[in-house]
């Protein structure tokens, strides 16, 4: 498998957040996609604009990676 190298994404685990509300991209796909990435699932409680719907969840899903 093939990993992106060259921007910290050796050192810095992935979280991903999962909209599980979603309609558009379902959440079994992103759950999918981001264990193929390798990373974390953090499940928002959200539909699929969860910046929107769950900023203060979204914010502390960046602070945690930022802090990783």
């Not at 910290?8 to 992103?30: F, I, K, M, T, Y």
């Not at 959200?46 to 899903?61: D, G, I, K, T």
Request: contains cysteine; hydrophobic residues 45%; proline residues 7%.
């Amino acid at each position: 498998r093939c990993a992106p190298t060259g921007h910290g994404l050796e050192v810095h685990p992935l979280l991903d957040g999962v909209s599980a509300n979603d309609q558009v991209l379902q959440p079994e796909a992103q759950r999918w996609m981001a264990q193929r990435a390798g990373a974390e699932v953090v499940e928002l409680a959200s539909s699929h604009a969860s910046p929107l719907a769950q900023p203060q969840a979204v914010a502390e899903l960046i602070r945690r990676a930022a802090q990783s």
